[in-house]
């Protein structure tokens, strides 16, 4: 009786309003986040695949270095290292450049390993026709490469949604931050807040997997 009581005080209509709201706030900083650096990784991949002298090696060490640093650490120099070079940033900004900076070297070095996957034939032959490098990238090169990216690129972008509740540490208001507060309040909240953000998580993540399903049947 006890823990049912404990339920249900902490699914209080506030409580819940308090907690969707953080998860509003943990589903735009994903958003923005895998638009931003899908794009942002899908140029860095091309340029790295492409070899363009020094260049291509330029952009290859970013992203070694970035890849192998902390998210953590990222996000850390975003919103305290960056003022002390006159750049002043609001937490919900910093969270999103942070994740946009680490995802983005991930997603990069995903388009590559895809671009990589493809016959060099293919490239050969769009050349033969008349088609530029570009051309041949844009329209013959990615639109297949992306099919075999498909389930990689989702499950980068489901740790990045996960990956939010990192931002707690700069205090910005996201759902795992929120469900701290609550369960702070009475330590009876715990596990049902828990595991009410674990169904939130859940919901969110599966929803990004159907997503990718369908994506998957559509470039069939």
């Known amino acids: 009786m006890i823990i049912l009581s404990s339920m249900f005080s902490a699914f209080s209509a506030d409580n819940l309003k308090y907690l969707l709201g953080g998860l509003g706030i943990t589903i735009l900083v994903s958003v923005v986040s895998i638009v931003l650096s899908f794009v942002i990784g899908s140029i860095l991949g091309v340029i790295r695949y492409e070899k363009i002298p020094y260049f291509s090696r ?6 070694d270095i970035v890849r192998n640093l902390p998210l953590l650490l990222i996000i850390f120099f975003t919103y305290f290292a960056l003022p002390r ?40 032959g769009a050349r033969s026709t008349g088609m530029s490098n570009a051309q041949t990238m844009w329209h013959i090169i990615l639109p297949q490469a992306y099919k075999t ?24 208001p996201e759902l795992m931050y929120r469900a701290q507060i609550v369960y702070g309040q009475d330590n009876t909240y715990m596990v049902p807040i828990l595991l009410l953000i674990a169904a939130m998580y859940f919901v969110v993540n599966y929803g990004l997997s159907l997503l990718a399903k369908w994506f998957d049947s559509k470039l069939a």
């Open 58 to 63: 330029f952009v290859g060490l970013i992203i």
């Open 149 to 172: 990216m498909i389930p990689p690129l989702i499950s980068q972008f489901i740790s990045l949604v996960k990956d939010t509740s990192l931002a707690t540490a700069i205090v910005l």
């Open 85 to 124: 070079f006159g750049v002043h940033l609001s937490i919900l900004t910093s969270a999103i450049i942070a994740m946009t900076a680490f995802e983005s070297m991930m997603v990069a070095e995903i388009i590559r390993g895809g671009l990589k996957s493809i016959d060099f034939g293919q490239t050969e």
